[in-house]
């Protein structure tokens, strides 16, 4: 292999570039995990873990990837053939409901045209012609990344609320997590489902479940088979700062140290900055002429953006283009949408000009891939971003803030 100059643009929608200061972290000893400095360390992280989800009860720390978190969340909180009610919004809910179905749950699954998220008003509905209660969970992928679609967590909770339906509330944030607004408290979220390598900037090798007191409650009557997976030995090691299994002693220094830098920014303005990189790429793309995957504008995702090509051009032969000649990965259209759609990633680790970066590789690479296309998508994207500051108070068009659009759904 002949060496590269320069840094690698890995503009997958995760994993994401991990900052020095993780990786440093990352290569520090690895210590005695029955040790008392590591205990002491546990105690720190799990603290300093609820304010990404915003909760005040437990997150749960898999050595896993978020396939396994995923799991952790059925299998704690359900029993053989319990009704699950989810939402067809693209590969990764298609994905979690083929486990569902191969651990022995009832999917009742609603069909989607992969550029929607979840209608609260299907939840309602759904959940209104429920009296006898038969569904006992709903699952929603919070930011669906082989699309670029963000459901409204909220407003589905408005939903179930509204239905006064005891279903729990189990949301996949694995690509969301520090990147766009979520509330796993006052959002009524039972489990909230994450990972390590998307927004919280870290490799990948750690899955997140964080739990509500119903959850909580649920898991000592769910009869699902589970070993690994179960939470009460984890929580029970956990409250004197120890895992039950070696846990990932390196990844959690990163993850200790990416949190630290997470709380110095802020998360309003992790979000903020997210939601400004998404609105200037939205800008280039439909500069080039270029189709949005996502055809609502209240669900743009902030965390990436899928672009549609042209009938007749390959994504796969553009990415291949672009990471021949500039050095930069760009994320495949996955399921239904593979050969259509390629995906740029803006999040985690990224600034104004590693967006300029990613937008002109991509304005070069579909160039040379003959995509019919109009040059100045990144003038454009170059414009918004010196036009607007990035101030959290610096309002992104086209996208509400997510209590507002709960409080409008409300009224
Ligand atoms: C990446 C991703 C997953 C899968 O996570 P793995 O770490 O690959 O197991 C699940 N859901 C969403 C929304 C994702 O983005």
Redesign the pocket.
């Known amino acids: 292999m002949t060496h590269r100059s320069g840094r690698h643009f890995l503009q997958i929608?995760?994993p994401t570039n991990t900052p020095e200061r993780v990786l440093r972290a990352i290569a520090a000893p690895t210590i005695d995990h029955r040790g008392p400095g590591f205990a002491e360390f546990t105690l720190d992280l799990l603290a300093a873990l609820k304010p990404v989800f915003k909760t005040s009860g437990p997150v749960i720390v898999y050595p896993?990837?978020?396939?396994?978190a995923?799991e952790g969340a059925l299998v704690n909180t359900l029993s053989p053939g319990d009704r699950v009610l989810a939402f067809e919004t693209g590969h990764?809910a298609t994905?979690?409901r083929a486990m569902a179905e191969r651990i022995g749950l009832d999917v009742d699954w609603v069909a989607g045209d992969w550029r929607h998220g979840v209608d609260p008003e299907v939840v309602a509905e759904r959940l209104a012609n429920d009296s006898g209660h038969a569904i006992k969970a709903v699952t929603v992928?919070?930011?669906?990344?082989s699309t670029g679609v963000a459901s409204r967590v909220a407003e589905v909770r408005q939903a179930i609320d509204a239905a006064s339906h005891p279903a729990l509330l189990l949301v996949?944030t694995?690509?969301?997590l520090a990147s766009i607004d979520f509330r796993h408290d006052e959002w009524g979220v039972d489990v909230t489902?994450g990972?390590s390598?998307?927004g919280l900037m870290l490799p990948?090798g750690i899955?997140f479940n964080a739990v509500s007191d119903k959850a909580l409650e649920a898991s000592h009557s769910a009869r699902l088979g589970r070993s690994y997976w179960e939470w009460a030995p984890i929580l029970e090691a956990n409250a004197r700062g120890f895992f039950p299994h070696t846990p990932p002693t390196n990844l959690l220094y990163g993850l200790r140290e990416a949190l630290r830098m997470l709380e110095e920014e802020g998360l309003d303005a992790v979000f903020a900055r997210h939601d400004r990189h998404a609105e200037a790429t939205r800008r280039a793309v439909r500069a080039w002429g270029l189709e949005i995957l996502c055809e609502d504008e209240r669900e743009y995702s902030s965390v990436l953006t899928a672009v549609l090509l042209p009938e007749g051009h390959d994504e796969a032969e553009l990415r291949r283009l672009i990471l021949e000649r500039f050095d930069m990965s760009l994320g495949a259209g996955l399921g239904k949408v593979a050969g259509r759609v390629f995906r740029i990633g803006h999040l985690g680790d990224f600034n104004d000009l590693s967006l300029a970066g990613t937008l002109s590789g991509v304005e070069m690479g579909l160039s040379l891939a003959g995509v019919p296309f109009e040059r100045g998508g990144v003038d454009a994207a170059l414009e918004y971003l010196q036009a607007s500051d990035g101030a959290p108070d610096d309002p992104v068009p086209g996208r509400l803030d997510a209590t507002e659009g709960a409080e409008r759904a409300l009224a």
């Open positions: 929608p995760g896993s990837s978020g396939t396994g995923w990764f994905l979690w992928v919070h930011n669906e990344t996949d694995i690509s969301s489902v990972c390598q998307k990948p899955g």
